[in-house]
């Protein structure tokens, strides 16, 4: 039955480091995948994390299963994390949370849920936007469709463009939108634009769908939340995927988040539990260990506040790098201006770089770039920046 079954690509994003890994050349350099490195290259586990664990393991006293949408009391820090304390969303019992196997879950359960109760919906994407969000609402078996979001003449946002096109997105359909630190490009909307943006979604009756996936690699956990508070004022009904790969670095524990807004606590109960039908077909219930350790971390205030300078220290450490790395081109002599990179938020960076630049570093050089050109700047370090940017002019000049 097997036999006449062609192989299936590799991974765009994470089949880079497959790849990479498999590479002998000592100067290999991995940009691609979307993980926090320190300037030894290293991924370590937070301090936070490592104590948050040491009282898991003194106080755990079964493996029993977790509740399908998981523990209500991590439900609870994740809906405080996201709106801020005491917002009315919360307040009102108008959000309903579930622990997920990471983002990815939360957005392939949001999907799950959505084709049940919007079967002939369309769901919207920002061009470009992640390599996995067509993926993961293609395999929901949802169409996909386009809206401009990312002006590469001018490297910033074609806002005027998007708006255009979500004035025209029907009522019923699904828009997806990145919260913060928009992956691939690094160019967010600001405080006001996301008002326009909620308007828009209330006006044409559309479903803002957020991805939450670096609360705190923009500006700061607060200042990130702007999108998410502008659909909380202006829209009855919206969905967020949140990840805490990033910001708590746990990446391998797989944990996130799910949270559904409606208009009011009997709707948000009543959607909610088909949600978690989605949950029981999908995986069942959640994984404990990734939710415990946010929930140790956000309702102890020593480690809480602890966790937040960590956070606050890999974003500083990405700032500084992704202005060293702008020096570091104009002092190779890069053609071209690359002042954006320093304006971009969050992990990646736009870079410009054609496919066949990308080709060639790859190829030529070692070095791991997503197709499109995303660069993961925490993969910059001081061992690696000169041989970047002499192979970047390298990559230019062919
Ligand atoms: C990324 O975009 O690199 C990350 O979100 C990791 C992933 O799953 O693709």
């Known amino acids: 039955m097997f036999q006449s079954i062609l192989p299936a690509p590799p991974d765009a994003i994470l089949g880079l480091t497959d790849a990479w890994k498999n590479d002998p050349n000592p100067l290999k350099v991995n940009l691609g995948v979307g993980v926090f490195k320190d300037d030894a290259g290293n991924t370590p586990i937070l301090p936070s994390v490592k104590a948050a664990e040491a009282l898991i393991l003194q106080s755990a006293t079964t493996k029993s299963y977790m509740p399908i949408s998981g523990a209500p009391e991590y439900g609870i820090c994740v ?9 009315p969303v919360v307040a009102e019992g108008r959000a309903r949370t579930a622990h997920t196997p990471g983002g990815t879950a939360a957005l392939r359960v949001g999907a799950d849920f959505l084709k049940k109760v919007l079967p002939d919906a369309t769901v919207w994407m920002s061009s470009p936007t992640w390599a996995n969000h067509k993926g993961v609402f293609g395999a929901a078996g949802f169409k996909c469709a386009d809206y401009p979001y990312y002006d ?3 490297k910033g946002l074609a806002f005027d463009r998007m708006c255009e096109v979500l004035e025209t997105v029907p009522a019923g359909d699904i828009v997806l939108l990145h919260a913060c630190c928009h992956n691939p490009s690094g160019v967010d909307l600001d405080a006001a634009q996301w008002q326009t943006v909620a308007q828009i979604a209330s006006r044409c009756g559309w479903l803002p769908f957020l991805d939450f996936a670096y609360q705190g690699y923009g500006d700061g956990i607060e200042q990130d939340r702007a999108g ?24 391998q524990d797989r944990t996130g988040a799910i949270t559904l807004v409606a208009a009011n606590a009997s709707e948000a109960a009543a959607a909610f539990s088909n949600v978690e039908i989605a949950i029981r077909v999908n995986y ?6 990734g939710g415990l350790i946010v929930k140790t971390i956000l309702t102890n205030e020593t480690l809480r506040q602890q966790w937040v300078g960590e956070l606050d220290g890999m974003r500083e450490h990405i700032a500084a790098i992704r202005t060293r790395f702008v020096t ?6 890069v053609p071209g201006d690359y002042s954006f990179i320093a304006r971009q938020k969050g992990m990646f960076s736009f870079s410009g770089l054609s496919d066949a630049q ?27 920046m000169e041989y970047l940017c002499t192979s970047i002019k390298e990559a230019l000049a062919i």
Request: hydrophobic letters at 45%.
């Open 79 to 87: 809906q405080e994390m996201v709106f801020g304390a005491g917002h």
């Open 152 to 154: 590469a003449a001018g």
């Open 228 to 251: 998410v508070l502008a659909l909380a004022a202006t829209c009855p009904e919206f969905i967020i995927a949140s990840s805490f790969s990033k910001n708590f670095g746990l990446y």
């Open 284 to 289: 069942s219930n959640p994984p404990a260990h």
């Open 328 to 333: 570091a081109l104009g002092e190779h002599g």
């Open 358 to 384: 990308v080709k060639f570093l790859r190829d030529s050089k070692s070095i791991y770039i997503v197709g499109g050109g995303r660069i993961n700047v925490a993969g910059i370090t001081s061992r690696n």
